[in-house]
């Protein structure tokens, strides 16, 4: 069982910056996908941004040039940094790791609110 343990949402003005972790338990982090991604109020969850084992990325369109996701495979953490942020930002980030055999497990969620 793989546990994932978000921190660093908050709440900051527009502009600002936020840097999300996501650490991970166990042993198969080096090898699994990860993605970031958020439920806003009234919104579906949507996937922000993504790496793959190999650290290949992928960023939806709104958050392109402001969000960098990364890892660090000896901490078996990764991240999101967030710089602009916007209102519409504002959304309970979640972490996600699926393995190299497909199973799938969830973070318990982090607050990111923007203020206007």
């Known amino acids: 069982q793989v546990q994932l343990v978000e921190s660093g949402g908050g709440l900051v003005q527009a502009g600002g910056s936020l840097r999300l972790s996501c650490a991970a338990s166990g042993s198969i982090f080096s090898t699994s996908y990860m993605g970031w991604y958020r439920q806003g109020p009234g919104k579906q969850r949507e996937l922000v941004a993504d790496?793959?084992?190999?650290?290949?990325?992928n960023y939806i369109d709104s958050v392109k040039g402001r969000f960098t996701i990364s890892r660090d495979n000896a901490k078996n953490t990764v991240y999101l940094q967030m710089g602009s942020l916007k209102p519409e930002d504002t959304a309970v980030y979640y972490c996600?790791?699926?393995?190299?055999?497909?199973?799938?497990?969830w973070g318990q969620g982090t607050q990111v609110t923007v203020s206007s």
């Open positions: 790496i793959t084992s190999g650290s290949r990325t």
């Open positions: 996600n790791l699926v393995s190299a055999y497909g199973r799938v497990f």
